[in-house]
């Protein structure tokens, strides 16, 4: 079974065609699970206008964080493989089929991605060349390039993930680093899905590499990677103590 898990805020723009690209290629006992974060304009109509059994809703929550409401998402994704969705982005025929045969062997795939403007035209042709994608713990602690919407994993990193910390700032690097310390990542470079930066867009403007957080200073990036340093440091010497005290 595989849980797609999603959130959404005020995502009426593009989400229809994000939903459809999705809906295509999962299988009737898959799931699709949407995390509403008190959506003001018609994100709920559109949900609930496709009647389809696959797509779980929970709505009225109030987290006014993308974090904490992806972590609402996946507190209930029951399948065994999680793909995690952005609102506004679109899966490219394949992208199910591709991730999960990678699966097969990894516990957390991250694909390449074109990425797309608010008129679907294309601004890069490839998301790993143009944020110099690799594995590698300490180079993504360095700069980040665990795109979360672009992520799919196994059930050891969902339940090593949870519950997210209260201090990150993104689950994307947050998950990324802790499947780099304790599972086997790849970097899986085919473009399956269309990865679409605007003005609304909240990753697009979270990411502490990019150019509209600049006057962020260098104390302020080096002390939230030392937070998150800590926090994977922990997480992983709890996970181990817990699998000795099982053994």
């Known amino acids: 079974m595989i849980s797609v898990c999603m959130t959404t805020f ?28 008190s959506s003001d304009d018609n994100t709920i109509e559109i949900i609930k206008s496709y009647n389809d059994s696959r797509i779980r809703l929970m709505e009225n929550n109030h987290f006014n964080s ?14 065994n493989i999680i793909f995690l969705a952005d609102q506004d982005d679109v899966w490219l ?3 199910v089929q591709r991730v999960t045969d990678s699966l097969q062997d990894n516990d957390l795939v991250i ?16 998301y790993f060349k143009w944020k110099g994608s690799t594995p590698g713990f300490w180079k993504n602690l360095k700069k980040n390039s665990y795109l979360g919407c672009a ?7 969902l339940h090593a993930a949870l519950p997210f910390p209260e201090s990150i700032i993104m689950h994307d690097v947050w998950i990324g680093l802790l499947a780099e310390r304790i599972g086997k990542i790849k970097f899986l470079d085919e473009k399956l899905m269309l990865y679409r930066r605007h003005n609304d867009n909240f ?29 994977i440091v922990k997480r992983v010497w709890t996970l181990k103590f817990l699998t000795n005290r099982e053994n």
Do not use: C
């Not at 600049?214 to 080096?222: E, P, T």
């Open 10 to 37: 005020n995502g009426e723009r593009f989400l229809k065609e994000q939903i459809d690209s999705i809906l295509l290629q999962l299988n009737p006992h898959d799931e699709l699970i949407i995390s509403d974060d």
């Open 66 to 79: 993308p974090v904490f409401n992806m972590e609402n998402a996946l507190k209930h994704a029951g399948g």
């Open 93 to 95: 025929p394949g992208k």
């Open 111 to 126: 694909t390449n991605a074109i990425i797309i403007n608010d008129k679907g035209e294309t601004v890069h042709d490839s």
């Open 151 to 157: 992520i799919a994993f196994n059930k050891k990193i």
């Open 203 to 231: 990753t697009a403007s979270i990411n502490l590499e990019d150019n509209n957080l600049s006057d962020f200073s260098l104390g302020h990036k080096l002390n939230y990677r030392r937070i998150l340093l800590d926090q």
